[in-house]
T-cell receptor, first 117, second 116 residues
Framework: GAVVSQHPSRVICKSGTSVKIECRSLDFQATTMFWYRQFPKQSLMLMATSNEGSKATYEQGVEKDKFLINHASLTLSTLTVTSAHPEDSSFYIC?????????????FGPGTRLTVT | AQKVTQAQTEISVVEKEDVTLDCVYETRDTTYYLFWYKQPPSGELVFLIRRNSFDEQNEISGRYSWNFQKSTSSFNFTITASQVVDSAVYFCALSEHNTNAGKSTFGDGTTLTVKP
């Protein structure tokens, strides 16, 4: 089946610094990728839809200047958490939609656990 | 708007018992997809099944089975003869095909604990 990778899997950073998370579709092209956030013991909440070659679409309440998304190619989307604070500590999961199948199939990455100290 | 409800927050069973996880959804689209994912303590989402709105056939895969009923907007998941390794958080999700660019809405999850 299709594979989506995320890098890094785990990152610890200091408050005020920026962190970039990569999401790659390894064996298919994804014009659309999604970024989710999951707090401990909670569900996944969609943050934004990343569209290749255009601006991302952010969900209500998500600061676009804080969570920068760049979908530079059909296989790569990046999420940059700018000026991270402890409250940004969370599990970030991306998914990629395989438009080639036409079935709305979404494949999830393994997630990135961000800890801001 | 799409919505997924998993009313059971936590379920605890003893090994070898059967257990059913409930999922009720709301959508205005006629074409949509329903999913179940397993999230073990490691955090990675493990895909279990996808069902499209035109396929109401129930499915069985080993000890897992799914009951999709459009009339009640439910997509329930049953584990037969549960095992300790089944302990995890299970999420039901809905993705609308035409609207919302295919993004998924997740239920709050059901934490299943299988005791030896």
């Amino acid at each position: 089946g299709a594979v989506v990778s995320q890098h890094p899997s785990r990152v610890i950073c200091k408050s005020g610094t920026s962190v970039k998370i990569e999401c790659r579709s390894l064996d298919f092209q994804a014009t659309t990728m999604f970024w989710y956030r999951q707090f401990p013991k909670q569900s996944l909440m969609l943050m934004a839809t990343s569209n290749e070659g255009s601006k991302a679409t952010y969900e209500q309440g998500v600061e676009k200047d804080k969570f920068l998304i760049n979908h530079a190619s059909l296989t790569l989307s990046t999420l940059t958490v700018t000026s991270a604070h402890p409250e940004d500590s969370s599990f970030y999961i991306c998914s990629a939609r395989d438009h080639g199948t036409g079935r709305g199939e979404q494949y999830f990455g393994p997630g990135t656990r961000l800890t801001v100290t | 708007a799409q919505k997924v409800t998993q009313a059971q927050t936590e379920i605890s069973v003893v090994e070898k018992e059967d257990v059913t996880l409930d999922c009720v959804y709301e959508t205005r689209d006629t074409t949509y997809y329903l999913f179940w994912y397993k999230q073990p303590p490691s955090g990675e989402l493990v895909f279990l099944i996808r069902r499209n709105s035109f396929d109401e056939q129930n499915e069985i895969s080993g000890r897992y089975s799914w009951n999709f009923q459009k009339s009640t907007s439910s997509f329930n998941f049953t584990i037969t003869a549960s095992q300790v390794v089944d302990s995890a958080v299970y999420f039901c999700a809905l993705s609308e095909h035409n609207t919302n660019a295919g993004k998924s809405t997740f239920g709050d999850g059901t934490t299943l604990t299988v005791k030896p």
